[in-house]
């Protein structure tokens, strides 16, 4: 046989033009599935998207969060005296012990999650949580309290990762800060009224014999399963799967959304599992800077959801009722907040400066909360170190999601993220301690700090992508391994 030294340039010239020829058929492809849509069409398909798939998340995750962080005002309805965890670290021990699982489950949860379908896996966990909440009713001593903690932990690991990875597959890059916004802004409005939903259920105390505090756990709980029931029929699967989900989008309309991801960043269909694939996604550093970002962010939201209640009643001196109702203000605010950045940032095409103004917000709110002499200022800054926790999560979300590429690479960020979140809940979740009362100086320097680590993470991701957008302007190494993608700052 002989042997042409010409064979391999020709060899890689026909794969380049093969390459070429294939991207050209799918831009084709994907031009065709969008232009079938007039605008006003394609904005309707997307407002049902945002219908179903966000307000319906959004619901769940607003029964997660309250189910996970009701803690608080259980504490201060009667739960510590009973359960026997006054002036000992015990209450810190079950608000922590929840998070060990949580961070653990994460990422063979996102696995489980693009395996067995959305609709499935998400509505099973939370009717299984909801379960796990009505026992937690039913509790005589905190041992078993820490033990039904962990199931929780197990059982929520993989809901809100999998509902990040999820939105991060139905929108492009620059409409999705808005949707993980709302998501999060529905959650953050259960924590916001859910003191004063578990004051409305301390008053069933007596009833069937239970004590105030032990049915906010039943009647959440209760709820909790309804939602993981009806979640079963509304949450949609992945987009290009979403044909087949109940009374939602035709094929054409799935093959349309399919489209806009394509054209956005060529990662809408999944490639086969590979589990070495799969985790060398570790290997990239941005991946682990987006993932202290968020472990910072949530050791203060977590922080502030476990503790102003009790900061409200032992540190500003309010009455039980007062101390549950005026945890609602700074949530409400802080929502507002959230919402008007989402526009503005997905407007601007800007992540980072964003995600530092919220930083800056807390660094600002919380020396007021912990060392102003003033009751009323010290509120004052609950409001901003409410805002600076809450608002950076769909914030940083959003970063995330648009300076990743590829499924499986969104399911192991997804993980990360949110399994480093979990970590800020364990940091948030201890820091604020009994003995510290009224004053809580150590959770106060702590969040402090980690508000200005988020400051200079940002700034050396923001130093990062810029060289890294600078030389493919220059011709250089793609970004992502997509020709044309640029990180958004």
């Not at 999601?401 to 949110?418: D, E, H, M, P």
């Not at 100086?441 to 060289?467: E, S, Y």
Request: glycine share 10%.
């Amino acid at each position: 046989m002989s042997y042409s030294p010409h064979s391999d340039d020709g060899d890689m010239e026909k794969s380049q033009m093969g390459a070429h020829v294939e991207k050209t058929m799918t831009e084709v492809s994907n031009h065709r599935h969008v232009s079938q849509f007039t605008p006003a069409e394609q904005k309707t398909i997307m407002r049902r998207v945002d219908r179903r798939l966000v307000l319906t998340l959004g619901a769940m995750y607003c029964v997660s969060l309250m189910d996970r962080t009701n803690l608080g005002s259980a504490a201060i309805a009667g739960m510590t005296v009973d359960l026997k965890m006054l002036h000992t670290n015990r209450y810190s021990l079950v608000s922590l012990i929840f998070f060990i699982p949580y961070v653990l489950f994460q990422p063979p949860a996102t696995v489980l999650l693009r395996k067995i379908g959305p609709r499935r896996f998400l509505s099973a966990i939370t009717l299984f949580w909801g379960a796990v909440m009505i026992g937690f009713g039913f509790v005589h001593d905190w041992t078993a309290m820490m033990g039904l903690r962990v199931m929780l932990g197990v059982l929520e690991a993989g809901f809100f990762p999998g509902c990040a990875y999820l939105l991060s597959t139905w929108y492009t890059r620059y409409d999705l800060q808005k949707r993980n916004a709302v998501f999060y802004l529905i959650g953050s409005m259960a924590s916001a009224f859910a003191g004063i939903l578990a004051y409305g259920f301390t008053h069933m105390a007596g009833l069937g014999g239970l004590a105030g505090w032990k049915w906010i756990f039943i009647m959440e709980g209760i709820i909790t399963c309804l939602l993981g029931i009806a979640g079963y029929f509304l949450i949609v699967d992945f987009p290009e799967q979403s044909k087949n989900s109940w009374n939602f989008l035709t094929e054409a309309e799935a093959a349309y959304v399919v489209a806009r991801i394509e054209k956005d960043r060529h990662d809408a269909i999944p490639n086969e599992f590979r589990l070495g694939a799969y985790l060398k996604n570790a290997v990239d550093l941005k991946v682990w800077g987006f993932a202290a970002l968020f472990g910072l962010s949530t050791t203060t939201s977590y922080a502030i959801a476990y503790f102003l209640p009790i900061i409200l009643r032992s540190g500003l001196r309010f009455s039980v009722a007062k101390a549950q109702c005026l945890t609602a203000p700074p949530y409400v605010f802080a929502a507002v907040v959230m919402y008007a950045e989402a526009v503005v940032a997905d407007k601007m095409h800007l992540r980072g400066p964003f995600v530092v103004l919220n930083a800056v917000l807390g660094l600002i709110g919380l020396p007021l909360l912990g060392y102003a002499k003033s009751d009323s200022v010290r509120y004052f800054g609950a409001f901003l170190a409410t805002t600076a926790g809450n608002a950076n999560v769909p914030a940083v979300l959003t970063y995330q999601a648009n300076n990743i590429r590829g499924q499986w690479k969104r399911a192991f960020c997804s993980a990360t993220l949110v399994g480093a979140g979990g970590i800020g809940g364990i940091i948030g979740s201890t820091v604020f301690r009994d003995e510290d009362s009224p004053k809580y100086g150590p959770g106060i320097m702590a969040t402090i700090i980690a508000n200005g680590l988020i400051v200079l993470i940002v700034a050396a991701l923001t130093l990062k992508f810029w060289r890294a957008n600078k030389r493919v302007a220059a011709g250089g190494k793609m970004i992502e391994g997509q020709q044309g993608f640029l990180y958004t700052m």
